[in-house]
């Protein structure tokens, strides 16, 4: 992936709207996440994979993962479109207006990011608690006699 990002830079720079003042700082840009491309998205695809299947071991299987990944990978691609569509919109602009959305954008990644692994962290958490809660309700209701498993005991009383 990100042999093919170096391969065709010249094209996709143009494409995502750089001008010839961004040119050269887009084009080093473009190389370090062209360098990490790969890492990114194996991190990204195995790391939904882990989280959706719930165990580790039995989400190493190809067919999780894709089942998993694809979607994934569908809305970062979807997300990326757009963004090239809002690059391509702002440049008729001139180049301030495309740099004060590229740190919008950052900014807004870097609070959504720690929202999402606040959320993502908090979930496992949240149902674990949930489950505990649930077990030591049944725990106490059985002991106390008030809870009834079938029909049979409740016409016997």
């Known amino acids: 992936m990100g042999g093919l990002i170096i391969l065709f830079m010249e094209p996709l720079l143009l494409l995502l709207g750089s001008s010839s003042n961004t040119y050269?700082?887009?084009?080093?840009?473009?190389?370090y996440i062209a360098l990490g491309a790969p890492f990114i998205l194996f991190a990204n695809t195995f790391g939904h994979a882990v989280r959706g299947e719930g165990a580790a071991k039995e989400s190493m299987v190809a067919g999780r993962v894709s089942a998993v990944g694809v979607p994934?990978?569908?809305?970062?691609?979807?997300m990326s479109v757009a963004t090239v569509l809002l690059n391509n919109a702002l440049v008729s602009?001139?180049?301030k207006p495309l740099a004060a959305m590229g740190i919008v954008?950052?900014?807004?990644?870097?609070?959504?990011?720690i929202h999402r692994g606040i959320a993502n962290g908090v979930q496992p958490l949240l149902g674990l608690s949930i489950v505990i809660s649930l077990v030591l309700l049944f725990g106490c209701l059985?002991?106390?006699?008030?809870?009834?498993?079938?029909?049979?005991?409740?016409?016997?009383?």
């Open 24 to 31: 050269d700082y887009a084009r080093d840009y473009l190389i």
């Open 72 to 78: 994934a990978g569908m809305n970062s691609a979807l």
């Open 93 to 95: 602009f001139g180049d």
């Open 105 to 113: 954008t950052k900014a807004y990644m870097l609070i959504a990011f």
């Open 142 to 157: 059985k002991k106390a006699g008030t809870f009834v498993p079938s029909e049979h005991k409740a016409m016997e009383k």
